[in-house]
């Protein structure tokens, strides 16, 4: 029995160290320069060994092992965002619970879960609730149902409804302006053609 406990443990273990990714943070096109054993910093003041990356002890001043990580003050942190604009954050800003990849990404270490806003042009802003504020916050929503919505659930999606509507008009106005500028050569030939028949019958 206490070798089934040990066994679990050490599994449970394994599984939340193994469920950071040794290139999490990292850019896709610098993935190439993490494949070696050893790594050299990108400053160039040292050299460590590859199970040294994202280890969340900074080795590297510039944060090149520590890219998935806050341990270096001056690393950067590489938001995939798929489906909206990907980006750099400052490595500190990693696990901080605060959600600033809008992939949620950046918050990898289970205090937060941060939604995935990217569909949604990553605009939408995610707000830490402890379970105890979410629980009060769970009893006002459904009393909120009952009597209607808040103007402020609607605030993001006008944002976004002002900005589709923007985008239809100014793609409408560039094709009215592409058919007019296709019309108005014809318009000019048709018009010269004529003048030149009605020269040549006099």
Do not use: W
């Not at 890219?67 to 942190?77: E, I, K, Q």
């Not at 938001?79 to 800003?93: A, E, R, V």
């Not at 941060?114 to 939408?124: E, F, H």
Request: overall charge neutral; aromatic content about 8%.
């Amino acid at each position: 029995m206490e070798t089934i406990s040990l066994l679990m443990l050490a599994v449970s273990v394994f599984s939340a160290h193994a469920s950071v990714s040794p290139l999490l943070g990292v850019h896709p096109l610098d993935e190439k320069y993490y494949e070696g054993e050893v790594i050299e910093c990108r400053d160039r003041s040292r050299s460590f060994a590859r199970d040294h990356l994202n280890d969340d002890f900074c080795d590297c001043l510039d944060g090149t092992d520590e890219p998935g990580t806050a341990a270096c003050p001056l690393g950067r942190f590489y938001c995939k965002n798929l489906g909206s604009m990907p980006k750099f954050i400052p490595s500190p800003h990693v696990n901080d619970n605060v959600c600033d990849c809008c992939d949620g990404s950046d918050e990898y270490g289970g205090s937060i879960r941060c939604p995935n806003t990217c569909i949604m042009g990553g605009t939408v802003e995610y707000k830490f609730e402890s379970h105890d504020q979410h629980a009060q916050t769970s009893v006002e929503g459904r009393k909120e149902k009952e009597v209607g919505l808040k103007s402020e659930d609607f605030l993001p999606k006008v944002k976004g409804l002002k900005t589709m509507i923007m985008l239809q008009v100014v793609l409408i106005f560039l094709l009215l302006v592409l058919c007019l500028c296709r019309l108005r050569p014809k318009g000019k030939r048709r018009r010269a053609r004529a003048s030149a028949g009605y020269i040549i019958s006099y």
